[in-house]
């Protein structure tokens, strides 16, 4: 089950014109970002299985020795790093990751094996862009902005981008994954595995947000804080 404590909305209304569905769900998230800066979605189009077949995959690919990851190294010509990478090592932040662009990005470096690990990146990149595209659609609405404001100030979705992480295991000096933090863009979406470890800041407390299957945790970034003034803000953390 989701986590109780995060608010959950489903997303099925949005796609079967159940206006009344619409409506609720909309209050829901209304209400969600400006307490929380974030809320989950379940029945969001993206499959189940899709998702647990890259996580199954990510698995394997960060379980193999340095040398087969290092083979997936970023271009040095990328933007962003996109391919195999860690964090520096006097990084307070403790993980591995693999990054890609939208699939057909020149910039992409995409590991070898597993074997079907490129083809399950590129479909969960696509379905990802289409829930993310409905929530951003439905979040400019709860904003009561003009139609398709957020569309066309993010119109350019070349530089969408989608990580694998995997976080280091604690250790007796060190227990973090990833430093307090708030991300830079507009929208995140976030899949867990059964680890969980992301956490989120209200009224100075942080609250675990409970890893459920299926569910998707949508973060409301910088971009739509500042366009609000403050009033829909989130602070995340991963341990």
């Known amino acids: 089950m989701a986590d109780p404590l995060i608010p959950t909305v ?5 796609t079967k014109n159940d206006e009344d ?6 209050e829901v998230i209304t209400k969600a970002c400006s ?6 979605i379940v029945n969001h189009g993206v499959p189940i299985n899709l998702l647990q077949r890259a996580l199954e995959l990510s698995k394997v690919f960060f379980e193999y020795p340095s040398d087969e990851k290092l083979k997936s190294s970023p271009a040095s010509n990328a933007p962003l790093p996109a391919g195999y990478n860690t964090q520096p090592q006097q990084s307070p932040d403790k993980n591995e990751y693999l990054l890609m662009f ?6 992409n470096v995409f590991p070898q094996n597993p074997p079907d ?3 399950v990146l590129e479909d969960v990149f696509s379905k990802l862009t289409e829930t993310g595209l409905l ?15 957020l569309k066309g100030y993010n119109h350019d979705r070349s530089w ?8 280091f295991p604690a250790t007796e000096s060190e227990n973090n994954g990833l430093t307090e933090h708030e991300d830079s863009n507009c929208i995140s979406l976030v ?6 470890g992301l956490e989120v800041r209200k009224d100075g407390e942080w609250i675990p947000v409970i890893p459920a299957k299926g569910t998707l945790v949508v973060n409301i970034s910088d971009v739509i804080q500042v366009i609000q003034h403050h009033l829909f803000f989130f602070v995340i953390k991963v341990t």
């Open 10 to 14: 489903d997303l099925s209304p949005f």
């Open 21 to 26: 569905g619409k409506k609720k769900a909309m």
């Open 35 to 40: 307490e929380y800066g974030f809320f989950q």
């Open 102 to 107: 939208p699939p057909g990005s020149t910039f």
């Open 117 to 119: 690990f490129k083809r």
């Open 135 to 149: 929530v951003e659609t439905i979040v400019n609405q709860c904003l009561g902005l003009p139609p398709n404001f």
């Open 160 to 167: 969408d981008f989608m990580v694998a992480l995997r976080y």
């Open 191 to 196: 899949f867990q595995d059964e680890a969980g």
